[in-house]
Each structure stands twice: as structure tokens, then as C-alpha cells.
């Protein structure tokens, strides 16, 4: 009886959203969530309760959403203190898509969504301005609120160089204080000892000075002031989240039922001169040497994100393309006219899932296996209209509602809290579609991602929350979801994040894509981005051929010069008398124009014994740069000696 008073209490809540989407859908776009998806619907309703005025999740001085809802300092939580580009983007485009009537609510009028999108829209435009903030037009990426002063600062630093270290605390031993800061696990130096990472736990901080640091009690501040400075510190994945999210924001404003009002207008205009602001900062991101962009920047000290190799320090940069950044980041290259070479240094690898139904589904992997890192906070770069990825991304949520499933999840595995105290951690994910060789948390089910899987799989997606309500309804708060539920420990995590809680909306509302085409209407993109996904050319590589090669040793495919196997499906009709596992790997011209790839691109197959009859491996490739500009492909087996007969080995393009 319980469950059914639920739903029941939650479908009253959603019926302003239901019965906005009859009245106005002539006149707006709004939810596409079908009528019959009650659960669904429940669900959107639960989390709009988020922005609700008495909840408090928007910083009254900059319009901001605040990092999350818990504050908890005896537990090191301090979410309602600072903020994040992604989650300040997010609302950026949540209000602006209210605004423009894609989804009436009773929480917060299109009226009031304007006011809120104006607010948010001048911190912003104050912010770039701030050097304390910015650089190059580009914004840290986490900013303290400032405790009510309405003074916002950067984050902290995460790396101290020793020789500035020491030469900070002259009159004192700093080589002596550096070795105890390392002692205590405060600091974690680099091979070569010349800098650290800066190790920030519950043991960290001026009341901490105990055992071996007890002795510097007296100078504790002078030494927390120059671990604990602040700094500019851009990092390209959170900036590009942002633009994306400004550049949808604008085109909501271009919606019919908004587009003509003076305060509109004003807004677009405002916020196309934080995009074009920010040109600047992304052309000095942009690493030329190696023709991918910087992963991040510490302005401050004008030193790049990395990490150490073997004692060297090595850059980081954005070389791994299927990341929740991959929209925004191809939006940013188009938007100002970069070298596409970001994007075709980027590489992906396709790996197969185990589906319960015993069929293997080629799925491009991710760094942890996560639904996050894979379909983004947001999703609209045409990706339902590109053959390629609309397959590609129908067959990741497949596998992880068929893994959700399977092992009784009331959501999918992504990045989020997982119920073990105050963890936060990326390692949730599909143990057999990650690239990473940690293992995976898997009891840790969180609600975000199924905002975007429900823009590909709605009817699957309400079935998923249909089976499991009883649980996914103790989530269910006044100010909306917590993040998820551990299915190990039975037990609700109870964490609730801005970025995911405005994710799970922006993706149920569905308002991205329409949002993004006008924009990309606007300001005259299409044919760059059609021109990004065009299907490569049909291939043969190989007909009624036998071929075998000992395990470490490759056979190699050679391709008509600079091909391009983008946007189409590779097809392997082959004959096998044992199975294998084997990589299959695009090599790139030496005289491409994109130079040679950091990374390779890889397809990882499961080659089975077929007893003697031929057996199809049909996988979609994804549209991108990278697959462009082939001399050959490799396959490689992983475990004995690859002995296959071919009937078919060929490249079959979509039709755009």
C-alpha cells in the first residue's frame, strides 16, 4: 500500500508539467516524455522540487547553484559553499529553457526563470572580467562563494613547487619542513623531489599539526598560507561544459514564444560576448606542438595539469575522446573555428558487452565503465540525427540497462557518492567497457544518467524505474533526489549534487538538442559539423581469405590512401575453429594532416569458435576526425595464435 500511496502522491506533484505539455504543445517544446510513462514522469516532477525558492540551492549573490545540498562540517562537507562551471552552466540553461516555456512548473515561473537567467548572466560576465577568477577569458573551474560576502575566489592550489616552498619560509628549515609535510602524507612528492601534489584530508589543516609537524606550531599559518594559496586554475573540460551550456542558453532565447522580448535580446547578446571572450583562452589551450588541447592550466603559476613519469613531468592534455566532455568540446572546436586536429587526436576504443541475451554489444568504453563518461550531463550535437551516434548511443544505454538489470540496480553506475561515508569517486562503472585496470565499484547506483538515457531508450527507462520504485521512491525529497542507492549496503546514499540533480531535469525536459540547433542556425555552423560527420568511403579489405599470424604479431589491411572509415559500420564475416580475443587497430598516415595520434584507435574483439560456420561482427564506428586519414588496419589477437577465415571484412558507410 505504501508504494502505491507514493507514486500516487508523486503523479498529483507532476500534473502541472503533464498538463502544461497539452495545453502548449502547439506553441512550445515542451517535455517529450510520453503521457503513458507515469514513473517518468514522477520522477522529472521530484527533481524540478530542486530549484524550489525555499530550498535555498541558488547563491542569492551570484545566482550560482551552490555545489550540493549537504553541509556537514564535522564530516568535511561543505557543498553549500562553493560552485563548479559545469552545475553553473547547467542552470544557465535550465533557466533559459523555462524561460522559453519547455517545461511549466510550479516552482519556478518562466518570469522568474528570466530574472534568474539575468542574474546568473551578469556574475558571469563579472567573473571573466575578475583576474582572481579568469584568465585568457577562460574561469577556474571550482569557486568558493565566499561565505555570504558575496566575494567569490578561486580554489585552492594542487601542487607546490619545493625551491618556492622553501624560499617562501625563509628564516625557517623548509627542507626539513617539506620532508615532514611528506612524512604526513600532507604532501606527495614527485620522483625527482623538486614538487608535490597537495594531499587535502580530515588530517589536514592548522589544527592538525600533531606527531611530526607538532614542532611547527608556532608557524602553522605562515605554513598553511602558502599550501592553501589561491590560484587561477582553468581546466578545459569544465570551461567547454560551460560555453556548451551558454551557447544552448542562447538558443532557447531564440525560441518563438521569447525570442522578440527586450530582455531577451539584451541576454544574447550579453552572453555571446562571454563566448566570444573566451576565444582567446581556448586558442592558447590548444597545445600546437602537439595539436590537442592542454587538459588544464594553473595561471597563477603557469604550470599545466600532469603528472610524473618515471621522474619527468608530463603534460596532460585531452587525447581520450569519449569523456563527458565530447559534445562541448566538439561544439567548442566548431564554435571558433579551431584546428580540427583536437578532435582527430582524440582516440576511441569499442569493447564488447556480455548481454544477458548472449549476444556480445560493441560499445565504445569509457576511462571507468560510467553511463556519465559516456552520454555527458547533457547530449546535443545531432546526435540522434548522425546515424553513428545515435546507434552507439542506443547501444551503450542498452548495456547498462541490461547491466542494471541483471544485477538489481535501481539506476546506472557513474560517477557519484557511493554510501561509503563521504567517498566521491569516478571508479563506478561497467567493469567490462572501461579502459581503466582498477576495479569497478558496482553497488552504487546513482539517477542522473538516465536523464540522457531516456532522450534514446524512453520506454526501457520507464520500465527500469517502473521495477524498481519501491526503492527509487525513498530517494524521493522536498528538494529532490538524493543521488542514489547502494544495493550492497540497502541504504539510500544520501548526497545530492547540483551538476547530477540539474543533468536528470535538463535531460527528462529533453530541451538541448532544439536548443543547440538554433544556435548552430545562428550563427551558421551546420555545414562545419555536417561536414565533421560525413560517412567515410564504402570498403573491401578482404574477401574469402584465410589468415593466422602468432600471438604478438599483426595482420595488417591496407587501406587506399588517407581513407576515412567515420560514420559507417565495419562488418567481419569470418570462420573461426577456436575463440580468441584479439584488437583490431586504425593506423593513421604518416603525412595526415592531423599529424600522428598520441593514442590509437581500437576495437577489442571476442572472435568466437563458430563450428564451422561463418559468424558477423557488425560494429558501429563512430563519427569523428580521428577516422580519418587511414593508411591500414591491424588485428592483433591477445591470447595464442589468431588463425580466421574471411569470408567479408568491409567498411559499409551510414547515409547521412
Not at 108 to 129: G, P, V, W
Not at 439 to 461: F, H, Q
Request: proline fraction near 3%; hydrophobic fraction near 40%; charge should be negative.
Amino acid at each position: 500500500m505504501k508504494k502505491i500511496l507514493l507514486l500516487s502522491s508523486c503523479l498529483m506533484l507532476a500534473s502541472s508539467c503533464v498538463h502544461t505539455r497539452t495545453e502548449t504543445r502547439t506553441s512550445t517544446h515542451a517535455p517529450k516524455i510520453s503521457s503513458k510513462h507515469n514513473h517518468t514522469h514522477a520522477l522529472l516532477d521530484n527533481s524540478l522540487k530542486f530549484i524550489k525558492t525555499e530550498n535555498a540551492m541558488i547563491d542569492k549573490d551570484s545566482g550560482y547553484p551552490l555545489e550540493g545540498w549537504n553541509q556537514d562540517p564535522e564530516r568535511g562537507l561543505f557543498l553549500r559553499s562553493f560552485t563548479q562551471l559545469s552545475a553553473i552552466g547547467e542552470w544557465l540553461e535550465l533557466s533559459a529553457s523555462i524561460s522559453a516555456g519547455y517545461c511549466d512548473s510550479d516552482y519556478l515561473s518562466r518570469e522568474q526563470a528570466l530574472i534568474a537567467l539575468q542574474k546568473t548572466t551578469a556574475s558571469l560576465l563579472a567573473d571573466q572580467k575578475n583576474p582572481a577568477l579568469s584568465a585568457k577569458g577562460l574561469l577556474v573551474n571550482f569557486l568558493d562563494l565566499g561565505n555570504g560576502s558575496g566575494k567569490r575566489v578561486g580554489p585552492l592550489g594542487e601542487k607546490a613547487g619545493k625551491a618556492k616552498f622553501i624560499k617562501a619560509l625563509d628564516g625557517l628549515d623548509g627542507e626539513a619542513i617539506w620532508n615532514d609535510l611528506v612524512a604526513a602524507s600532507w604532501l606527495e612528492a614527485s620522483s625527482d623531489g623538486s614538487w608535490a601534489n597537495i594531499r587535502r584530508s580530515e588530517k589536514y589543516g592548522t589544527e592538525h599539526f600533531k606527531d611530526n609537524l607538532a614542532k611547527y606550531e608556532q608557524d602553522k599559518y605562515r605554513i598553511m598560507e602558502i599550501l592553501d594559496q589561491r590560484v587561477v586554475n582553468i581546466i578545459f573540460g569544465d570551461n567547454v561544459n560551460l560555453t556548451a551550456s551558454v551557447a544552448k542558453a542562447i538558443g532557447a532565447l531564440l525560441h518563438p514564444s521569447i525570442k522578440e522580448r527586450s530582455e531577451a535580446i539584451k541576454m544574447r547578446q550579453e552572453l555571446q560576448v562571454f563566448l566570444d571572450n573566451q576565444a582567446a583562452g581556448y586558442d592558447f589551450m590548444l597545445d600546437k606542438k602537439t595539436q590537442s588541447f592542454l587538459f588544464g592550466w594553473d595561471a597563477t603559476n603557469d604550470t599545466y595539469t600532469g603528472w610524473d613519469v618515471n621522474g619527468v613531468f608530463k603534460e596532460a592534455h585531452m587525447n581520450s575522446f569519449i569523456n563527458e566532455f565530447r559534445g562541448p568540446w566538439t561544439f567548442t572546436v566548431l564554435n571558433y573555428n579551431l584546428d580540427i586536429a583536437a578532435l582527430a587526436n582524440a582516440a576511441f576504443k569499442i569493447k564488447p558487452y556480455p548481454h544477458s541475451s548472449g549476444k556480445d554489444l560493441y560499445s565504445l568504453a569509457t576511462w571507468d565503465g560510467s553511463a556519465f563518461q559516456f552520454f555527458g550531463l547533457t547530449n546535443f550535437m545531432k546526435d540522434q540525427e548522425t546515424p553513428a551516434w545515435n546507434s552507439l548511443m542506443q547501444t551503450a544505454v542498452d548495456a547498462h540497462l541490461d547491466f542494471a538489470e541483471q544485477n538489481q540496480l535501481p539506476g546506472f553506475l557513474s560517477e557519484s557518492y557511493t554510501g561509503n561515508k563521504t567517498e566521491y569517486t569516478g571508479h563506478i562503472g561497467l567493469p567490462t567497457n572501461c579502459l581503466s585496470d582498477q576495479d569497478r565499484i558496482t553497488d552504487a547506483a546513482s539517477l542522473y544518467s538516465l536523464g540522457v538515457a531516456s532522450m534514446y531508450r524512453p520506454r526501457e527507462v520507464e520500465q527500469l524505474l517502473k521495477r524498481n520504485w519501491e526503492t527509487i521512491s525513498l530517494l524521493l525529497t522536498d528538494h529532490g533526489p538524493w543521488e542514489g542507492y547502494n544495493t550492497t549496503q540497502k541504504k539510500v546514499i544520501e548526497f545530492q549534487t547540483s551538476a547530477h540533480t540539474l543533468a536528470l531535469i535538463l535531460g527528462l525536459i529533453n530541451s538541448a538538442p532544439e536548443n543547440m540547433q538554433r544556435y548552430l542556425d545562428h550563427r551558421q555552423l551546420n555545414k562545419a559539423l555536417t561536414k565533421l560527420y560525413a560517412p567515410g568511403e564504402k570498403a573491401i579489405f578482404a574477401q574469402n581469405k584465410m589468415i593466422s599470424a602468432p600471438q604478438n604479431q599483426s595482420i595488417n589491411f591496407i587501406l587506399d590512401k588517407n581513407s576515412s572509415l567515420s560514420n559507417g559500420q565495419l562488418i567481419l564475416n569470418y570462420k573461426s575453429a577456436s575463440a580468441t580475443k584479439a584488437v583490431l587497430t586504425f593506423q593513421r598516415s604518416p603525412n595526415s594532416r592531423f599529424g600522428l595520434n598520441e593514442m590509437s584507435d581500437e576495437i577489442y574483439l571476442s572472435l568466437k569458435n563458430t563450428n564451422d560456420q561463418y559468424q558477423t561482427i557488425a560494429v558501429n564506428l563512430p563519427a569523428v576526425a580521428s577516422l580519418q586519414d587511414l593508411e591500414k588496419i591491424s588485428i592483433q589477437s591477445l591470447e595464442g595464435q589468431l588463425k580466421i577465415e574471411i569470408k567479408d571484412f568491409s567498411f559499409q558507410p551510414f547515409k547521412q
